[in-house]
């Protein structure tokens, strides 16, 4: 089970930080991501950090220097740190996770076996 907090208002150029936190075990093993669905669009990718044996991180474009993406394995888990944030980053933010590493592609939805509910971020301008 994953169960995303921290979402809320926020003016643009704030930050906000959203954290992920997984029941089970051996949350080590587990590939994280972070995806987003504006209002009338498709979920897209944001973020992602492998399992951690092999930490490689991955950022769409339009966060990159942004956005940072962090996993604490003794917490069970993963964050999403937002700073200068832009209207077009308001969304509903889900985080999700495959063992390992994702099925297919990092950036896709269709990678992810397990999703949390989401939490919504709003950046007024």
């Known amino acids: 089970q994953l169960v995303e907090s921290g979402g809320g208002l926020v003016q643009a150029g704030g930050s906000l930080r959203l954290s992920c936190a997984a029941s089970g075990r051996a949350f080590n093993t587990w590939a994280l991501g972070w995806f987003r669905q504006a209002p009338g669009q498709e979920r897209k990718f944001v973020a992602a950090?492998?399992?951690?044996?092999?930490?490689?991180?991955y950022y769409t474009e339009s966060v990159k220097g942004r956005f940072t993406i962090s996993r604490d394995d003794a917490k069970n888990t993963v964050y999403l740190q937002m700073s200068a944030m832009k209207p077009e980053d308001t969304a509903v933010y889900s985080c999700?996770?495959?063992?390992?590493?994702?099925?297919?592609?990092?950036?896709?939805?269709?990678?992810?076996?397990?999703w949390g509910q989401g939490t919504q971020v709003t950046v007024s301008s």
């Open positions: 950090i492998g399992w951690t044996g092999n930490n490689s991180t």
């Open positions: 999700a996770a495959n063992q390992w590493s994702p099925n297919g592609s990092w950036y896709a939805v269709a990678g992810y076996a397990f």
